[in-house]
């Protein structure tokens, strides 16, 4: 059975009197450990993609299954148990608060666990050092570079140990040589802890990075 199953998904949103698919009736399985590149222009249907995926927003129609479970089946809490502890989120931006520092901005997603879960300092300050940040966990967003808040980011989407991580242009605009030491990083997590990633990216460079390759078309989707 595929971790990740999707099974005739479609996207409509409607503004006006219009109608926009985003996704158009597709189906894909992922197996998990499996690290996955989706490569589209932007409009492609990709984000949203990815957010059904991580039961951020409902298909218009179809099934999302994650080990064999309809995710948009659940009840509010179970869908919100499996969007904060099944899944890990890697946004566009690293999205930092700027009044926490580096170690305080890795507990943030303990706060909506289970009730009675203990800040957990000291993994959060080894998920640092594991990104090469082992040094900055004091540090404040505004004292750290563009690449390094992206490892800051990248760390905590990993806090609650997820089995799956989404990731959305996970290197941005960043230079060539730290985009590669974040896609070295994320591959070696993926290798040591058998964690299913699916990101997607406009660069194709970024995507030849996976294991498996995917393209998104207006909407569609096919195998590279």
């Keep these: ?3 990740i199953e999707l099974a005739e998904i479609e996207k409509i949103f409607r503004v006006g009197d219009q109608t926009i698919t985003a996704v158009s009736a597709t189906s894909l399985a992922i197996e998990k450990g499996d690290f996955v590149s989706i490569v ?3 409009g492609s ?3 949203t993609l990815l957010s059904m995926i991580g039961g951020i927003i409902s298909p218009t129609s179809g099934k999302v299954l ?3 479970n309809d995710i948009f089946s659940l009840n509010d809490d179970a869908l919100s148990s499996y ?3 099944k899944v890990g989120f890697m946004f566009q931006f690293a999205s930092l608060l700027p009044v926490l520092t580096a170690q305080e901005n890795l507990l943030l997603p303990g706060l909506f666990g289970p009730a009675g879960r203990a800040a957990d300092w000291k993994k959060a300050a080894e998920l640092l050092d594991t990104v090469g940040l082992g040094e900055k966990i004091h540090a404040y967003p505004s004292q750290l570079s563009g690449g390094q808040q992206r490892r800051v980011a990248i760390a905590r989407a990993l806090m609650n140990d997820p089995e799956l991580i989404l990731a959305d242009e996970p290197t941005g605009d960043l230079d060539e040589e730290t985009e590669n030491e974040i896609m070295d990083l994320l591959r070696s997590y993926n290798r040591e802890n058998n964690s299913t990633f699916v990101f997607i990216t406009h660069n194709r460079d970024l995507a030849s990075h996976a294991k498996r390759q995917l393209m998104m ?4 989707i096919r195998e590279q």
């Design 1 to 3: 059975m595929a971790q």
């Design 66 to 68: 994650f080990e064999g």
């Design 40 to 42: 589209g222009h932007s």
């Design 217 to 220: 078309h207006h909407g569609s």
């Design 83 to 85: 969007r904060n502890l």
């Design 45 to 47: 249907g990709k984000t």
